[in-house]
C-alpha cells in the first residue's frame, strides 16, 4: 500500500499495527507537527566536515526549495541529524551495497512543460515496501522517493528497537543515539513530543559561518534569490565577472575571476548589510572559493576598544560604508573631456567640509572621494596597505594616506590648469611632479614642477654642449626641474635683502648650506617607475615577501630603450663611444627605478650642487597606480642594502616612504606621444620638448633644464657663494667640475660597486665627450 506525505510516498502494509496514526480505512494519515519546528539551518548535530556538501539547487529536501520537505524533516529531526549534508540516495547506496539493490523508476511527468512535476518509484530488493517521491525534477523526485525510504527505516528502527534494517555501521550509530535520547522523553496527551530539558531555540543570525561560504548562508536565509551577471570586463586570459543579486528590493554587486567567486562575494554583501551581530560589526570569516587568494586569508572587520571601526583589507565599499556611516551625504559630479584619466571629478561634503575624488569614471571619482573621507573621518585603511602596515616597509597612518592623496591631487588640479586650452599637448602616459612642504602637514605645500614624458633622445641628436635633454620620461625631467629650483633658492642668499627668503642655511662651520629644518620633497608619479619597479604581473598577490626573490630578473639594472618606451636587463660593457653611437650603436639610458636608486644614495641635488649644499633626499614616493610595495622598495633602495659600503658623510642610504593615492589611474592602451611637457615654478607657460631631439619645439632655444643652462648657473655661483670644502674650483669643464668634490665621486663609486657585488649589472654611463663642454657664467646676471 502507498503513502502519500508532503511529496513523499510510502508503502505501510507491514506499518498497521506499528503506527497508531494510520486511519482504518488507509486513505489518510494524521501526523502531528512538533512544536520544536526550526529551520535546516538550526538543525541540532554537528555536520559532517569531510562529506560533499551537495550541489546548489540539487537536493531540495536539504535547501528547503519547497515547503513539503522540510515540513517533513521538521517532523522528523532525527534523520536531518544523519542526512543534513547529504544526499540520501549515498546513504541509502552505503545501506544496500549488493549489486541491483536499489531500483528507481519515473512513472510519468505531470504538469505544463515550462513546470513540470516527476514520480519516481523506488523499490529495494527483498523488501515489499516501495516509496514514491516526487518533485519539480527526476533528481528531486528520485531524492525524495531516497528520504522516504530512510523515514520508514528510521522510524520502524526506533519504535521496534530493531536494528537490523539499519546495515551501515555508521548510521547504525547514529541512530542508536537517538534511540538513547528517545528514553529521556515523554508523550502528552495530545501526543506530541517533549523533552525534560529542551533546549533555547537558537536566533536566527546563529550561524556556523566558519563552514559556509556566503551563497550558502544566504540561501538558508533567502529562499530562491537569483544572481545575473551584469557585465564581464578585462582580457579574455583574465576576466573580471561582476554579479548583481536583489534581496529584499536592494541591489547588491560583486566581481571577481569567476561567476562563483563574483557570487560569493555578492552574497557577502547582502550578508553584512542584514546580519547584526553581537560584535556589531560584519562576518568575521567565510569559507569562500578558494581561487580568489584575498578572500579567505583576512578579517573583514575589527572594532577597536574605542568604538571607532577599522575596516579589514577585504573591507565594504567605500561608498557603501560611507553611505552607511552618513546616509544624508552630498555628491556632486564635474567632468573634464580634456583630461581622459581624470575626466570625472567627485565632491562629497559632510558636516560643511569637502572631499575631493577623481577618475576615469563616475564611478572611480565617487569611491576615491569615499576613501578620502573615510581616512579623515574615521580609522580608514584601503586593502592595499592592510598587509604592510608593521613591515619593513613602514607604518602607513591615516596622515600619510591623507598626504599621499593631497599630494596625488595637486600634482594632477596643478597639469589641468597649467594645459588648459592645450588639448593636444594635454596628451600624456606618464605624469610626475614634486610638491615641497614646510612641514608634516600639506597647509603650506607648494607645487615645484609638473611634468610629462616617456622617451629619450634618438642617438642621432646627441650634443657635445649640453644643449639637448638625453632622458624625458617625466620623473627625470621633474628631478632636473628640482634642480633647477635649488639653483633660484640658492641666488636667492646671493642677496642679503631676499636671503631669509630662501629655504637653504649656512652651515655651522659657515662652509656650503643647508636645508631649513622641516623642508621637504615628495616625488609624485602617476605609475611605477619605469626597470625593476615596474617588473612584475599587474594583478599578481601582495605578499609579506617576494614569491621568486631569486628570480634572474630581480633587481637587475636595466636600460631604456633608444626613442621607444620599455627597458631590457644590460648585457656587455658598461662604456659607450661617441663615434660608435654616431655610428648607429643604440644609445642607452638608465633606467628610472636605477636613478630613483641612485638618489636614494647620492641625493637629489646631483653633482654640482654638491659644491655648495649638502645631500638631499626624498621624503615619500607617491604612486598613482601600479604600486607593489615589495618590488618598489626592493628598486628603489633594498637591492643593495646587503652590498653598499663606504659612503662618505653625510651621504647615505634614504629610504622614503612608499604610497599610493585613492584616485588609482587605469591602464592606458594607447601609444605614447612625441614629445615631453615642462613646468617649473616661476614659469607662465609650459614648455614642450620633442622627445626625438630633446629640444623645444621649433629649435631655436634651449630647454630651461638642459645641462649647459645650469651650468652657466653654476659658474656664476662660484663668484658669489662660499662651497663645502672651503675652495673654489679651477675646472674649466662641466666635466672636470662634477669630477672635482671628491666625497661625491667616492660615494658614487661605492654605489656602483654595490650593484656589482650584489651581481646586478654594471652602470652604463654616457660618451665622456658629452660633457665636456666649457663652463661659461652668464655676463648680465644680477641680483
Known amino acids: 500500500m502507498l503513502l502519500e506525505l508532503n511529496g513523499v510516498t510510502l508503502t505501510i502494509a507491514n506499518m498497521a499495527k506499528e503506527s497508531e496514526t494510520i486511519l482504518e480505512n488507509n486513505e489518510t494519515v494524521e501526523m502531528s507537527e512538533s512544536k520544536e519546528t526550526m529551520d535546516v539551518k538550526d538543525v541540532e548535530g554537528k555536520t559532517n566536515n569531510s562529506a560533499k556538501r551537495p550541489h546548489e539547487g540539487t537536493n531540495s529536501l536539504l535547501d528547503c526549495d519547497s515547503p513539503a520537505p522540510c515540513t517533513l524533516l521538521d517532523q522528523h529531526k532525527e534523520v536531518s541529524e544523519i542526512v543534513n549534508g547529504r544526499n540520501p540516495i549515498s546513504i541509502l547506496n552505503e545501506l544496500f551495497t549488493a549489486p541491483s539493490s536499489l531500483r528507481y523508476e519515473l512513472l510519468e511527468a505531470q504538469g505544463p512543460d515550462h513546470s513540470p512535476t516527476f514520480i519516481t518509484l523506488l523499490k529495494i530488493k527483498d523488501h515489499e515496501e516501495e516509496f514514491k517521491g516526487s518533485g519539480p525534477s527526476k533528481r528531486i523526485a528520485k531524492s525524495r522517493a531516497a528520504l522516504g525510504a530512510l523515514l520508514y527505516m528510521f522510524e520502524r528502527s526506533r519504535k521496534v528497537g530493531d536494528l537490523s534494517v539499519v546495515k551501515s555501521e555508521a548510521v547504525s550509530k547514529q541512530v542508536r543515539k537517538i534511540l538513547d535520547v528517545e528514553e529521556s522523553r515523554t508523550i502528552d496527551g495530545r501526543g506530541d513530543e517533549k523533552t525534560s530539558e529542551k533546549p533555547a531555540k537558537k536566533k536566527r543570525t546563529e550561524i556556523d559561518i566558519t563552514e559556509k561560504n556566503p551563497v550558502s548562508i544566504l540561501n538558508e536565509l533567502r529562499v530562491g534569490l537569483k544572481y545575473e551577471v551584469e557585465a564581464v570586463s578585462g582580457p579574455p586570459h583574465h576576466p573580471v565577472f561582476n554579479v548583481r543579486v536583489e534581496v529584499d528590493g536592494q541591489t547588491y554587486h560583486g566581481s571577481g575571476q569567476s561567476k562563483k567567486i563574483a557570487r560569493a562575494k555578492a552574497a557577502e554583501q547582502v550578508l553584512q548589510s542584514f546580519i547584526q551581530f553581537p560584535t556589531n560589526g560584519i562576518i568575521l570569516k567565510t569559507s569562500a572559493p578558494k581561487q580568489d587568494g584575498d578572500f579567505t586569508s583576512d578579517k573583514v572587520a575589527e572594532i577597536k576598544k574605542s568604538g571607532v571601526p577599522v575596516i579589514g583589507s577585504r573591507d565594504k565599499n567605500p561608498v557603501m560604508l560611507l553611505n552607511e556611516l552618513y546616509p544624508n551625504v552630498a555628491y556632486s559630479f564635474t567632468n573634464n573631456d580634456t583630461d581622459v584619466v581624470n575626466r570625472f571629478r567627485a565632491v562629497i561634503t559632510i558636516k560643511g567640509e569637502e572631499f575631493i575624488g577623481t577618475g576615469s569614471s563616475k564611478k572611480n571619482a565617487k569611491s576615491a572621494a569615499a576613501k578620502l573621507a573615510l581616512a579623515k573621518l574615521i580609522n580608514y585603511t584601503p586593502s592595499v596597505y592592510l598587509n604592510n602596515k608593521s613591515s619593513e616597509y613602514g607604518l602607513v597612518t591615516k596622515d600619510k594616506l591623507l598626504m599621499a592623496d593631497g599630494i596625488g591631487r595637486m600634482v594632477n588640479e596643478k597639469f589641468m590648469e597649467v594645459m588648459a586650452g592645450d ?117 599578481e598577490d601582495q605578499p609579506h615577501t617576494d614569491r621568486h626573490p631569486n628570480r634572474i630578473s630581480r633587481g637587475q639594472l636595466r636600460t631604456k630603450i633608444e626613442s621607444g618606451e620599455g627597458t631590457i636587463p644590460i648585457k656587455g660593457s658598461s662604456i659607450q663611444t661617441w663615434d660608435g653611437i654616431i655610428q648607429g650603436e643604440r644609445l642607452l639610458t638608465m633606467s628610472c627605478s636605477d636613478k630613483i636608486c641612485k638618489w636614494n644614495v647620492l641625493g637629489v641635488q646631483g653633482a654640482l650642487l654638491s659644491h655648495f649644499i649638502e645631500p638631499i633626499y626624498l621624503k615619500s614616493i607617491v604612486l598613482g597606480s601600479l604600486m607593489k610595495e615589495q618590488h618598489l622598495y626592493r628598486a628603489i633602495c633594498g637591492r643593495i642594502e646587503q652590498t653598499l659600503q663606504g659612503l662618505p658623510p653625510p651621504f647615505q642610504l634614504n629610504r622614503p616612504e612608499m604610497l599610493r593615492v585613492s584616485s588609482v589611474e587605469v591602464r592606458q592602451a594607447q601609444k605614447a606621444p612625441n614629445f615631453a611637457v615642462i613646468w617649473s615654478r616661476g614659469m607662465q607657460l609650459p614648455e614642450v620638448v620633442m622627445t626625438d631631439k630633446g629640444r623645444p619645439e621649433g629649435g631655436a632655444k634651449l630647454s630651461l633644464v638642459c645641462k649647459q643652462n645650469l651650468a652657466k648657473r653654476f659658474a656664476w655661483l662660484q663668484e658669489w657663494l662660499s662651497p663645502i670644502g672651503g675652495r673654489r674650483i679651477t675646472a674649466m669643464t662641466y666635466a672636470d667640475a662634477k669630477e672635482s668634490i671628491k666625497t661625491y665621486v667616492v660615494a658614487r663609486q661605492a654605489l656602483y660597486d654595490a650593484f656589482k657585488k650584489a651581481q646586478l649589472g654594471v652602470w652604463v654611463t654616457k660618451p665622456m665627450e658629452q660633457d665636456m663642454f666649457e663652463l661659461a657664467a652668464p655676463i648680465d646676471q644680477q641680483f
Do not use: W
Request: aromatic content about 6%; glycine content about 8%; overall charge neutral.
Open 423 to 539: 588639448i593636444q599637448h594635454s596628451r600624456r602616459k606618464v605624469l610626475a611632479g614634486i610638491v615641497m612642504t614646510r612641514g608634516p602637514t600639506l597647509d603650506d605645500a607648494e607645487i615645484i614642477c609638473v611634468t610629462t614624458g616617456t622617451k629619450c633622445v634618438s642617438g642621432g641628436h646627441i650634443c657635445l654642449n649640453g644643449s639637448t635633454l638625453n632622458d624625458m620620461h617625466a620623473e627625470i625631467i621633474a628631478r632636473r626641474c628640482l634642480v633647477n629650483f635649488f639653483y633660484d633658492q640658492l641666488e636667492i642668499l646671493v642677496n642679503p635683502e631676499t636671503a631669509s627668503q630662501s629655504i637653504f642655511t649656512k652651515r655651522q662651520n659657515g662652509n656650503g648650506y643647508k636645508l631649513l629644518p622641516g623642508i621637504e620633497f615628495h616625488l609624485y608619479i602617476n605609475t611605477a617607475p619605469c626597470g625593476d619597479a615596474r617588473i612584475f604581473s599587474p594583478h
